[in-house]
């Protein structure tokens, strides 16, 4: 099955900096790979997505990168801000129209954003 | 709120009962997903649903696990003879295939405490 790597456990910047967590998958297969955001106590959210046909896609201080050879990708958030303060998934699954799909995620990065 | 909600939020039981968890999806999404989270790492998947029909399990849900939708909307997750390993967060997930890439959205969740 697949397996999915996160890098770092956790991420301490100065706000106004730059944030970078990385993630590698196993199954090369796996064609989704999206991130998740979640504060304390509350529900994961989709932040942003990225399809394997596709090397990079941005919205807004927050863009991701996937590199398919290597079976890594990255989320990167720009411009910190106190409230990106939070735990952050990598997931990836094998996705197709028609059916649905499980997602294997990450450890998580718990990211700090300091003033 | 239009969101998976979750019931209930909370749940803290002795060792050796059986708990019952309920979870809502978004109207009209017709996959709904389980999934557990312990402290400290990514959810977990347990199995999921499309429409009423369960159409996979996670080798995670052991036979004292069992998961229902009935009537293809809400959905049940029981635990018999609850042990301390089951405590956890038991998250709830939907998605619609009209939705691009079928995003799962993610209910609150529900905390467990076995004692």
């Known amino acids: 099955g697949e397996n999915v790597e996160q890098h770092p456990s956790t991420l301490s910047v100065q706000e106004g900096d730059s944030a970078v967590i990385k993630c590698t998958y196993s199954?090369?297969?796996?064609?989704?790979f999206p991130w998740y955001k979640q504060e304390l106590g509350k529900r994961p959210q989709l932040i942003i997505d990225?399809?394997?046909?596709?090397g990079e896609k941005k919205d807004q201080r927050i863009a991701v990168t996937l590199n398919k050879t290597a079976k890594h990708f990255s989320l990167h958030i720009t411009e910190t801000q106190p409230e990106d303060s939070a735990v952050y998934f990598c997931?990836?699954?094998?996705?197709?129209?028609?059916?649905?799909?499980?997602?294997?995620f990450g450890t998580g990065t718990r990211l700090q954003v300091t003033l | 709120d239009t969101g998976v909600s979750q019931d209930p939020r909370h749940k803290i039981t002795k060792r050796g009962q059986n708990v019952t968890f309920r979870c809502d999806p978004i109207s009209e999404h017709n996959r709904l997903y389980w999934y557990r989270q312990t402290l400290g790492q990514g959810p977990e998947f347990l199995t999921y649903f499309q429409n009423e029909a369960q159409l996979e399990k996670s080798r995670l849900l052991s036979d004292r696990f069992s998961a229902e939708r009935p009537k293809g909307s809400f959905s049940t997750l029981e635990i018999q003879r609850t042990e301390q390993g089951d405590s956890a967060m038991y998250l709830c997930?939907?998605?619609?295939?009209?939705?691009?890439?079928?995003?799962?959205?993610f209910g609150p969740g529900t905390r467990l405490l076995v004692l």
């Open positions: 997930a939907s998605s619609s295939p009209r939705d691009y890439q079928e995003t799962q959205y």
């Open positions: 997931a990836a699954s094998t996705w197709n129209t028609g059916t649905a799909s499980k997602l294997t």
């Open positions: 990225i399809r394997s046909n596709v």
């Open positions: 199954d090369s297969a796996s064609n989704y």
